[in-house]
């Protein structure tokens, strides 16, 4: 594994569960990020945290909920999701925002 | 629209060749470029990152960056049937701190 964990590795949740994705990094990095990859496609960036501060929300929508109560732990609270949210999610953190992301092992979702 | 093109491949290379992958990038002013590997149902894992024009090695890694032709490509020499995965080329466009990632190219290395 590397600096930086997620849990759970597998979600499977309804259209009217609500869940919560949890990160972690033990390399004190300054900056984490959610990204989504589904197949296909590029990694898409949902949200930017640098100093526990929210930099960035790239249009995500409200479903996603991201939360950041220190520089080691990032959530992605999840709720009322649609099928096609079914992906790969994963969590990279880097020193600064300019530093190279190290990711986590992601959490595999699927919205039934 | 900033973006990163690679091809998606498959490409695949008999073991022991050299594989070459490429991709091309929008950003006149970026300047910093990174490869990750990332092995089926894996995330990304970063192999090498360039900063300057040129050629930058790193064991079996060739690295090499032309600014003004706007691409990067990334030489393995010696493949092996475990280099088989999902290469991502990925910038960071001047002024920002979002990278841009590419597709992806999928290397298969027949043994």
């Known amino acids: 594994e590397t600096g930086v964990t997620q849990t759970p590795r597998h979600l499977v949740m309804g259209m009217t569960n609500k869940k919560s994705l949890k990160c972690e990094q033990h390399?004190?990095?300054?900056?984490m990020y959610w990204y989504k990859q589904s197949a296909k496609k590029p990694l898409e960036l949902m949200f930017v945290y640098s100093l526990e501060e929210r930099v960035e929300n790239n249009s995500v929508p409200s479903r996603f909920s991201p939360e950041c109560p220190n520089s080691s732990h990032l959530f992605l609270h999840l709720h009322t999701l649609q099928p096609e949210d079914s992906a790969l999610y994963l969590c990279?953190?880097?020193?600064?925002?300019?530093?190279?992301?190290?990711f986590g092992p992601g959490t595999r979702l699927t919205v039934l | 629209q900033k973006e990163v093109e690679q091809n998606s491949g498959p490409l695949s290379v008999p073991e022991g060749a050299i594989a070459s992958l490429n991709c091309t990038y929008s950003d006149r002013g970026s300047q910093s470029f990174f490869w990750y590997r990332q092995y089926s149902g894996k995330s990304p894992e970063l192999i090498m990152f360039?900063?300057?024009?040129g050629d930058k090695e790193d064991g079996r890694f060739t690295a090499q960056l032309n600014k003004a032709s706007q691409y990067v490509s990334l030489l393995i020499r010696d493949s092996q049937p475990s280099d088989s995965a999902t290469y991502l080329c990925a910038f960071l466009p001047s002024g920002t701190y979002k990278y841009i990632f590419g597709t992806g190219t999928r290397l298969k290395v027949l043994a």
């Open positions: 390399l004190g990095h300054n900056a």
């Open positions: 360039i900063y300057s024009n």
């Open positions: 990279a953190s880097s020193q600064d925002g300019t530093s190279s992301y190290i």
